[in-house]
């Protein structure tokens, strides 16, 4: 069965440096997702991408993120200075279409930023 | 702006005893709902969703969950649980705008007792 892959599956850092997540969506979705879980509270929408644009992005989601679909296979989060509270777990998803097509969930990045 | 309540932050159960786990929502229309499942380093998995039609829905793993307007609620019920069905519960609302983005709920941690 298809799946979402993320790597690294944790990336430990320095507070000012940047880190790049990786995912690779399913193949034929078109839809893709970042999201984060901070330790013990919930799992919040960043931003979602289709036709290589931005789609919709949080507040959460400033100047210091970035995301791209370098190639025909990988989605990428950057972080350019990353913070303490930048801390947390980092899920990417993919959908075939909207509303209530279902995302699917890679099994995360956890990021530690020290 | 939509939103999601798991009152519940853990729930121990016995094997082969009964579970509900409860959603709240709120959203100024019909919304998406869905259900996630996360084992211990695993990503989200679908459970379920509700989107229109019949009220209760089937899901994967033996699992159900009655959408309720009138109470805007979305609970999961499982009538006889396994030690695998341990894990973090998470109920969802998606949006029917562009960004599709999916908006979470707190999560309800399932302990199974022997």
């Known amino acids: 069965e298809p799946e979402v892959t993320q790597t690294p599956s944790h990336q430990v850092t320095q507070m000012g440096q940047e880190v790049i997540l990786r995912c690779v969506p399913i193949s034929n979705h078109l839809y893709f997702y970042w999201y984060r879980q901070i330790l013990g509270q919930k799992v919040e929408f960043l931003v979602s991408f289709y036709n290589n644009e931005i789609s919709e992005k949080s507040e959460i989601f400033d100047d210091q993120f970035s995301v791209e679909r370098p190639d025909g296979s990988n989605f990428t989060l950057k972080i350019r200075s990353t913070k303490l509270e930048d801390s947390a777990m980092y899920f990417c998803a993919s959908s075939v279409g909207t509303g209530n097509h279902e995302q699917y969930f890679g099994p995360g990045t956890r990021l530690t930023v020290t | 702006a939509q939103s999601v309540t798991q009152p519940d932050i853990h729930i121990t159960v016995s094997e082969g005893a009964s579970l509900e786990l409860r959603c709240n929502y709120s959203?100024?229309?019909?919304?998406?709902l869905f259900w996630y499942v996360q084992s211990p380093g695993q990503g989200l998995q679908l459970l379920l969703k509700y989107f229109s039609g019949d009220t209760l829905v089937q899901g994967i793993k033996g699992f159900e969950a009655e959408f309720k307007r009138s109470q805007s609620s979305f609970n999961l019920r499982k009538p006889s649980v396994h030690w695998s069905d341990a894990a973090e519960y998470f109920c969802?609302?998606?949006?029917?705008?562009?960004?599709?983005?999916?908006?979470f709920g707190g999560g309800t941690r399932v302990l199974v007792k022997p």
């Open positions: 969802a609302v998606g949006a029917k705008a562009a960004g599709n983005k999916l908006t």
């Open positions: 959203y100024g229309a019909t919304p998406y």
